[in-house]
Structure formats: structure tokens, C-alpha cells
């Protein structure tokens, strides 16, 4: 059975830093890309860090592009995204999503992957 749980998210004031972290189970196949997003104000989920964990590539949105670094550790089968220099900008839930074995055309679009853990909030007041 394939499971994701994000963990990390808070209260935080601008300009502060929090790491979340995500925790797959599963046969590893299914984690060839794991990605965070976001959802916004406005409800659309927004696409924040891309993490090619069998390459150790990993991609950014321009948003956070310099303040947020993602990272795979094998050994725990876990992702993680530190977020620095945090804005209110970045409020929103943060949500872990794994390919689950699919080829992801558009590392940006939610609709192509198949897990999803349940989310952890994050919220930055200025």
C-alpha cells in the first residue's frame, strides 16, 4: 500500500524558515518523482519543488526559486523541503505527491500524479 505523510508545517513570521518533511512507503517504483505543492488562496494547487529521486535531479517554481531546497533521502525514504526567507506569499497547505509509477509529461501539473499525502499547513504572518 502506497502512503505519504508530510509532516513540519506551522506558524511562522516573515522572513522565517520551516522544513517539511514526506514519508513514503511503498515499493519504491512508485517514487521516481516526488514533488511538493501548494494550494493557494485562490484553490489552485501550485507546483513548488520537483525531485527526481532516482537521478537526484530536483526542479523549482520561479516563486521559490533560492529560498526553498528540496532534498530525497533513500535511507529514509523521505523528501524534504526547507523553506527560508518565507513570505506571506508562501501561506498555504503543502501537499507531498509521488508519480505512483506514471511518466509524468508536466512535472507542474497535479492531475499527472498519483499519491498524495493529506497535507500540512503552512502560514507566514507579516
Known amino acids: 500500500q502506497v502512503q505519504l505523510v508530510e509532516s513540519g508545517g506551522g506558524s511562522v513570521q516573515a522572513g522565517g524558515s520551516l522544513t517539511l518533511s514526506c514519508v513514503a512507503s511503498?515499493?519504491?517504483?512508485?517514487?521516481?518523482?516526488m514533488s511538493w505543492f501548494r494550494r493557494t488562496p485562490t484553490n489552485e494547487r501550485e507546483g513548488v519543488a520537483f525531485v527526481y529521486t532516482t537521478r537526484n535531479n530536483t526542479y523549482y517554481a520561479d516563486s521559490v526559486k533560492g529560498r526553498f531546497t528540496a532534498r530525497h533521502d533513500a535511507a529514509k525514504s523521505t523528501v524534504y523541503l526547507q523553506m527560508g526567507n518565507l513570505g506571506p506569499q508562501d501561506t498555504g497547505m503543502y501537499y507531498c505527491?509521488?508519480?505512483?509509477?506514471?511518466?509524468?509529461?508536466?512535472?507542474?501539473?497535479?492531475?499527472?500524479?498519483?499519491?498524495w499525502g493529506q497535507g500540512t499547513q503552512v502560514t507566514v504572518s507579516s
Open positions: 505527491a509521488a508519480a505512483g509509477g506514471r511518466v509524468v509529461t508536466e512535472v507542474e501539473d497535479p492531475s499527472q500524479y498519483r499519491y
Open positions: 511503498g515499493k519504491s517504483y512508485n517514487y521516481y518523482l
